[in-house]
């Protein structure tokens, strides 16, 4: 997988090729929006009240993780995380990587992890897309933060349908049961999930159950982008 990440590296957000050194183009520099203001301190995601401590999705459904820390908006990047995972675009990863290190360093050391564990792929899909997007992203962010990478910790070992397809409900329902512990017995303080997207946090939500479940603790996520809506 390592010869594709290399260059000619392309924009992440038009697709142009990027002059040595560059990470986005110039032009694009300012597409990406990072999340900002008020946010709500479970998943992250930006809070329209600033009295409010959780978005109406977290104070309603009761999340697994500990907390989570997402980058950009997603509305902002949203073809961008689409030919990341779909069109063969795995070097945007070094792209989201380092924005993730650029902003959230602090947040994201504050979580104390011993390990990034990549939100896993069914095996079939994993075939057909040729490599997983959340492992690319936790490999280029375990170079950055100096953390091993378990991806083995984790197994899907249900064939999801495509989240944004579903409605909130057909969400929730669609990812019950979705992963696996393999392993007995790991022992792990703190885990960081790491995905490429949180939109409602089904997914996330799930994969962190199934850690506690298996004996682990402490989950916490870092995504590149969340969605704005609940
Ligand atoms: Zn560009
Ligand atoms: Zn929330």
């Known amino acids: 997988m390592t010869g594709s990440l290399l260059f000619p590296r392309r924009c992440p957000i038009c697709d142009e090729i990027l002059d040595k050194g560059k990470l986005i183009c110039d032009k694009c520099i ?25 978005c109406p999705d977290c104070e309603k459904h009761k999340k697994s993780f500990l907390r989570g820390i997402a980058l950009y908006e997603y509305d902002s990047v949203k073809d961008s995380i689409n030919s990341f995972k779909n069109n063969s675009r795995p070097e945007y ?8 290190e650029r902003h959230l360093s602090d947040i994201i050391k504050s979580f104390n992890a011993d390990v990034l564990v990549p939100i896993p792929l069914h ?18 962010l375990s170079k950055r933060f100096g953390l091993p990478v378990d991806a083995h910790l984790l197994e899907r070992t249900k064939k999801t349908k495509e989240q944004k397809k579903l409605t909130g409900n057909e969400r929730l329902k669609n990812t019950v049961g979705a992963f696996h512990m393999p392993q007995n017995g790991v022992k792990y303080n703190n885990i960081i999930l790491v995905d490429d997207v949180y939109t409602t946090g089904a997914t996330l939500d799930e994969a962190s159950r199934t850690l506690i479940s ?8 870092v995504t590149v982008a969340i969605g704005s809506g609940s």
């Open 214 to 221: 298996g004996g682990l603790k402490n989950v916490y996520f």
């Open 93 to 100: 990863a070094v792209f989201y990587a380092d924005g993730i």
């Open 30 to 54: 300012r597409i990406p929006r990072r999340v900002t203001g008020e946010r709500c301190f479970k998943c992250s995601k930006h809070l329209d009240s600033p009295y409010a401590e959780y």
């Open 123 to 140: 095996p079939s899909k994993l075939k057909k897309r040729g490599y997983n997007q959340s492992e690319l992203l936790a490999n280029e």
